[in-house]
């Protein structure tokens, strides 16, 4: 099964979610919007003037997860 993630334009929704139902797929309908608050983007900002040689890879860091977590 495949999940994907769309914006629809107000206008199409009602002929989208026909759309779904006709072809069989589960949906859920979600109207909220992800907002990052001034406080968040102080901290992301902060975090952007830091020494990058200080940073710790993605790779890296699920490497340290999965030997502390055993995920």
Known sequence: MI???VLIP???QQFF???L??????YE???EEFFISDEQ???LDERL???KTNFVSARESLSQL??????
């Open 66 to 71: 999965r030997k502390k977590h055993g995920v």
């Open 21 to 26: 139902e006709l072809i069989g797929a589960n």
């Open 3 to 5: 999940t994907y993630n």
């Open 29 to 31: 309908k979600n109207n």
């Open 10 to 12: 107000d206008n199409k």
């Open 41 to 43: 983007k102080k901290i």
């Open 49 to 51: 003037k830091e020494d």
């Open 17 to 19: 979610q026909e759309f």
